[in-house]
């Protein structure tokens, strides 16, 4: 399995850089010398060219080869990572971190595409190993950050160690495809459609509920990663440890869902784990959030991690199962939900927070996570639809 073995890795590289950006934001300010605002155009300008990226896979994504185009993606991303840190000005460092959006984004898109081609049956599993070592990485990123700054490194230098990091992984990753590695999980790889699919993609019914299901899911990262340390500090008895630790819990929590639960599909379908998975978060998770302890905050956020931590994965399996052709297509459009959702949950439960305080802006969450519950019963089990004409 050496082509999925080093998309895994890569995938780990690209979840150590999802979390990089805010701890070093204050590094970014201090020597570009820039506002608040300005500083958080640099988000804005990578999910802009992020966007472009999704929309641009699923036009093109299942009408080429996807090996050569998550090569190109990780090429671009290695290249930006290795150009962040030496920027000499705003202006050059705005244009690196668009190539960053095209590169990371097409990246996420495309290798949950190409896993699922690889492993037909077994898409299920082996896209929750993958999304496995995106949390891995994720978690990772903030204490990658702190051990370079705290051991009195540069912090450019951040992004120079995971630049060499994933050039590595990059020219290994062409050496294997050059080198005509043998077809994973038993069989060849699922042919790429002929046509462009992410119109027609967009009308099935069934891909409008997957895909309303990851915008809920995506809005409710959003919000625990923005507003949850502060809740459990200004809620609860937590200090400035503790605060971001139930942060890092939840995280821990989705790695062991990914890990844990990953075989479970196989026995009770994807559609029963995410509806069960949501109810019982949602158990969990609404008296850690009233009782006012951080302790009890930071297991119930955990535990919540655990039991939607496959909803992802499991999203991405269900449509790359239902229309196989067209799996760029399918991870695109979900993908697009996902984006839009993440711009717009923290903005609305902030709102929120601003006018009943930082309990509406978390019961936000609860009242999501009941809604995806509900919805989950518009989708079927295990049927498998018409496939695309």
Known sequence: MPVTIVVFLLVLAYG??????????????????????????????????????????????????????????????????????????????????????????????????????????????????????FGIGAFLGPLFVFTVTDAGISWDKTFLYLGYLTAALFLGYILIVLSGAKKEAGGAAVKSGDGIGLASIFTHSRMWVLGFILFIHMGVLGVLITWLPLFASGSTDAGAFMSSFALSVFWIGII??????????????????????????????????????????????????????????????LGCGWYPDKSAAVTSMLFIFGFISVAAYPWASGLLGDHYGL??????????????????????????????G
């Open 16 to 133: 150590i850089s999802f979390t990089m950006i805010g701890p070093l934001m204050p590094h970014l300010l201090e020597r570009y010398g820039l506002k608040l605002a300005e500083g958080g155009t640099i988000v804005s300008i990578q999910n802009l060219s992020g966007l472009i990226a999704i929309i641009f896979c699923g036009l093109f994504g299942d009408r080429l080869d996807k090996k050569f185009f998550v090569g190109l993606s990780v090429g671009l991303f290695t290249v930006s990572l290795l150009g962040i840190g030496l920027a000499p000005n705003f202006p050059l460092l705005m244009a690196i971190f668009f190539v960053f959006g095209i590169g990371s984004r097409a990246f996420d898109t495309l290798s949950n595409a190409l896993i699922s081609d690889l492993h037909g049956d077994r898409r299920s599993q082996i896209l929750n190993v993958l999304h496995t070592f």
């Open 256 to 317: 062991l869902s990914r890990i844990l639960l990953s075989r479970l599909s196989v026995h009770f379908g994807e559609v029963f784990m995410i509806r069960w998975g949501s109810l019982l978060s949602v158990l969990i998770f609404t008296p850690a959030l009233v009782l006012g302890d951080a302790v009890i905050l930071t297991i119930g956020t955990g535990i919540m991690g655990l039991f939607v931590g496959f909803t992802i994965p499991y999203l991405m399996s």
């Open 359 to 388: 309990i509406a802006a978390m019961s936000l969450v609860v009242v999501s996570q009941v809604v995806l519950f509900g919805v989950t019963w518009f989708l079927p089990g295990r049927e498998r639809p018409a496939i695309l």
